[in-house]
């Protein structure tokens, strides 16, 4: 079955940097793109970053230039390298795939930014 495991979350202070993994399993990864959602307190689930099978990344305009997106398609994970940490950051950061039309998700990890 599909499984995705994220981790690498924590507390950090402001101007900090977390590398959140997500290790992925029941699939045929290195076919599929991977994205990175998170969701914050009373918002909803927003798209923050996704790479595809050949690499290519998109990031929302709020973490460009400081978020950084990887895949290991030998080691089946997809990283998020989070820079120059800001508090509004603050969420649960989730792996996606989607497979034949159905998403899937990992439980989470929560990332804290604060002083």
């Known amino acids: 079955q599909v499984q995705l495991v994220e981790s690498g979350g924590g507390l950090v202070q402001p101007g900090g940097s977390l590398r959140l993994s997500c290790a992925a399993s029941?699939?045929?990864?290195?076919?599929?793109?991977m994205a990175w959602y998170r969701q914050a307190p009373g918002k909803e689930r927003e798209l923050v970053s996704s790479i595809t099978s050949d690499s290519s990344t998109k990031y929302v305009d709020s973490v460009k230039g400081r978020f950084t997106i990887s895949r290991d398609n030998a080691k089946n994970t997809v990283n998020l390298q989070m820079n120059s940490l800001k508090p509004e950051d603050t969420a649960v950061y989730y792996c996606?795939?989607?497979?034949?039309?159905?998403?899937?998700w990992g439980k989470g990890t929560l990332v804290t930014v604060s002083p």
């Open positions: 029941g699939f045929y990864f290195s076919i599929r793109s």
């Open positions: 996606n795939v989607v497979l034949s039309g159905v998403n899937y």
